[in-house]
């Protein structure tokens, strides 16, 4: 059963803690993003990546880190240098690159204490 | 940064064709719009996608008019679970085979029985 899987779907942390988002996709896809989405703002995109051991900022990288060890896994951490880090939070893969159509995860609600 | 812009909101009674419509910076020929459709709590799926004139799939089709400021999505038909936000992404080339990525605030329609 190909896809994109999340994890945690809901996730809480404390002010000032480091938090790490997974996602992990089995559709042999090249290349991985994260976005975050909060009410009335559509989705923003964080970092992305077209190739193992390759990523690329987004628009609101700052705060936020990522890595791309294997195919399959594109983690994102949320530090504690971001500012407002309460959001939904969706991973996305295309087969690709960024001209294809992207296939989304079910998101994480990450919520700040 | 390409900026788009949709209508917030829409209504519509069951059996009707719907058109929303995404304003953005014209763009060029080498660039793309693509339609998502996201329901509460999930990732977006794919709609359609172009780059000029009309695209036409199974669910629903997609206008971009010459002067290329503009895009619609046309549902045809719409029910009762077309109820959901719509998204228009806009991809600008930026070289080397990639493109920057600009989603749309969303459209919100509602089907009315």
């Known amino acids: 059963d190909g896809g994109i899987t999340q994890s945690p779907k809901y996730l809480f942390r404390k002010e000032g803690q480091n938090v790490t988002l997974s996602c992990e996709q089995n559709?042999?896809?090249?290349?991985m993003y994260w976005y975050r989405q909060d009410p009335g703002q559509g989705l923003r995109l964080i970092y992305y990546s077209q190739i193992v051991n390759d990523f690329q900022k987004g628009d609101i990288a700052e705060g936020y880190s990522v890595s791309r060890e294997k195919k399959e896994s594109f983690p994102l951490t949320v530090t504690s240098a971001q500012k407002n880090p309460t959001a939904f939070y969706l991973c996305?893969?295309?087969?690709?690159?960024?001209?294809?159509?992207?296939?989304f995860g079910p998101g994480t609600r990450l919520t700040v204490l | 940064l390409a900026k788009t812009t949709q209508p917030i909101s829409m209504d519509s009674y069951e059996g009707q064709e719907v058109n929303i419509t995404c304003s953005h910076n014209?763009?060029?020929?080498?660039?793309?719009i693509t339609w998502y459709q996201q329901f509460p709590s999930q990732g977006p799926r794919f709609i359609i996608q172009g780059y000029k004139t009309k695209v036409t799939n199974e669910v629903a089709s997609l206008f971009i008019p010459a002067d290329r400021k503009s895009s619609t999505l046309s549902l045809p038909r719409v029910s009762l679970s077309d109820t959901a936000v719509y998204y228009c992404?806009?991809?600008?080339?930026?070289?080397?085979?990639?493109?920057?990525?600009?989603f749309g605030k969303g459209t919100k329609l509602s089907v009315i029985p």
């Open positions: 559709l042999n896809h090249d290349a």
């Open positions: 996305a893969s295309s087969y690709t690159g960024t001209s294809d159509e992207q296939f």
């Open positions: 014209n763009i060029a020929t080498n660039d793309y």
């Open positions: 992404l806009v991809g600008i080339y930026s070289g080397a085979g990639s493109y920057q990525l600009t």
